[in-house]
């Protein structure tokens, strides 16, 4: 598959599947937080990153949800929202 790094705006499928990507490499602790000798990472920094990622890109994780809620008021009305799990 061929991309032009000019079209791959952010938003774009591709930034989704690299940030689906470092969420995996995340939760399978051989991201860049857990590769680095010096970075002392916490499971709070994981967890926050991990939530950052996925509620900047839209893409699911085991701690976020995005939830579709429609209002019948005057049309038709989509809203989306995530949000993290407590």
């Known amino acids: 598959m061929c991309i032009d790094p000019a079209e791959?705006?952010?938003?774009?499928l591709l930034h989704s599947?690299?940030?689906r990507?470092?969420?995996r490499?995340?939760?399978?602790?051989r991201s860049y937080l857990h590769l680095d000798g010096k970075n002392?990472?916490?499971s709070?920094?994981?967890n926050k990153e991990i939530i950052r990622l996925s509620t900047s890109y839209s893409v699911l994780s085991p701690l976020t949800a995005f939830i579709g809620v429609?209002?019948?008021n005057e049309g038709k009305f989509v809203f989306f929202f995530g949000f993290e799990f407590p």
């Open 8 to 12: 791959a705006t952010e938003g774009t």
């Open 17 to 19: 599947l690299g940030a």
């Open 21 to 23: 990507r470092m969420i």
């Open 25 to 29: 490499d995340l939760e399978e602790k």
């Open 40 to 42: 002392k990472a916490t």
């Open 44 to 46: 709070e920094d994981i």
């Open 70 to 72: 429609e209002e019948r």
